[in-house]
């Protein structure tokens, strides 16, 4: 089973920021948040990861909350293009099996 | 570089025949998964290789499934006899292993098989 949990769907304005929650209580020290995003009939693809910093790419940015039980992915400014199934995976970097869970389904609105 | 590649795209067949899926990894990747996909059970890992050797194939569903990596760039999944519940997308997926002073394992999903089983 999935060890993280997220909303099952989201809305969000084009333009405006997402913010998709992630709670991961059970994660151990070593091992890393990702986050990946499914686009209707494609693969996943990566989106970011962290361990307990902040971080920030071209894509997203990542808040990890202090305890690291839980983390927010941000887009910035969602277009509808970013309409996909949104997924946060604990990950050991020591092992590389992802368990992926139900994610959340991000409709962006136009 | 191409991606990893997935073949054939999409695949109908019979209950009882054979199938066997084809992936290409990225070049230079160390590992190279194979995930399953229903609307049921979601996204599911079936087996992944390091260096052409499977290391888990605990997902690996029941004896029909089999996987093989003969060389670094070609991977099969063979369904034999298929079923109809065997219907999916099956994701081919490869990631390079980090080097020193790196520390994650992103993962290069192909475009998938889409198997229906009739």
């Known amino acids: 089973d999935a060890k993280t949990t997220q909303p099952t769907s989201m809305d969000c304005a084009e333009g405006r920021a997402a913010n998709l929650p992630c709670n991961h209580s059970t994660i151990s020290g070593n091992e890393y948040v990702y986050w990946y995003r499914q686009i209707h009939s494609q693969g996943p693809q990566y989106i970011i990861h962290g361990l307990k910093n902040n971080e920030t790419n071209e894509m997203a940015s990542l808040i990890i909350t202090e305890d690291r039980k839980s983390s927010t992915l941000i887009l910035p400014h969602a277009t509808l293009r970013d309409t996909a199934v949104y997924y946060c995976i604990e990950g050991s970097s020591g092992t590389y099996k992802y368990i992926f869970g139900t994610g959340t389904r991000l409709k962006v609105l136009a | 570089d191409a991606g990893v590649i997935q073949s054939p795209r999409h695949e109908v067949t019979e209950m009882g025949q054979e199938v066997t899926l084809r992936c290409k990894p990225i070049?230079?990747?160390?590992?190279l998964f194979w995930y399953r996909q229903t609307m049921m059970r979601g996204l599911e890992l079936l087996i992944y290789f390091n260096n052409n050797v499977p290391i888990d194939d605990s997902g690996m569903p029941e004896d029909r499934f089999s996987a093989k990596m003969p060389n670094a760039s070609f991977s099969t999944l063979k369904i034999q006899p298929s079923e109809p519940r065997d219907s999916a997308v099956y994701f081919c997926?490869?990631?390079?292993?980090?080097?020193?002073?790196?520390?994650?394992?992103?993962?290069?999903f192909g475009p998938g098989t889409r198997l229906t089983v009739l």
């Open positions: 070049s230079g990747h160390d590992y």
């Open positions: 997926a490869s990631s390079l292993y980090p080097r020193a002073g790196g520390s994650y394992n992103e993962q290069f």
